[in-house]
């Protein structure tokens, strides 16, 4: 059970971190900013999808 629920919590993680990194790229900050932010996500998944959260660029999603 355990092995199971970590797979489940590192795929949950693994869709944000792809959410993120196309919120990323659908913002309006220049090309330079985006790179770092998706560096940030990708080499740090969690704490880069939490400081992202905090103080990221947001794309233009309409709700």
Do not use: E, H, Q, Y
């Not at 659908?26 to 560096?39: A, F, H, P, Q």
């Not at 939490?50 to 947001?58: K, L, Q, S």
């Amino acid at each position: 059970m355990g092995s199971t629920f970590n797979g489940l919590v590192g795929l949950i993680i693994l869709a944000l971190d792809i959410w993120a990194i196309i919120n990323v790229l659908k913002s309006n900050v220049g090309t330079g900013m985006k790179i770092l932010w998706v560096l940030l996500i990708i080499f740090l998944p969690v704490l880069g999808l939490i400081i992202w959260a905090i103080a990221g660029p947001r794309g233009n999603v309409r709700i």
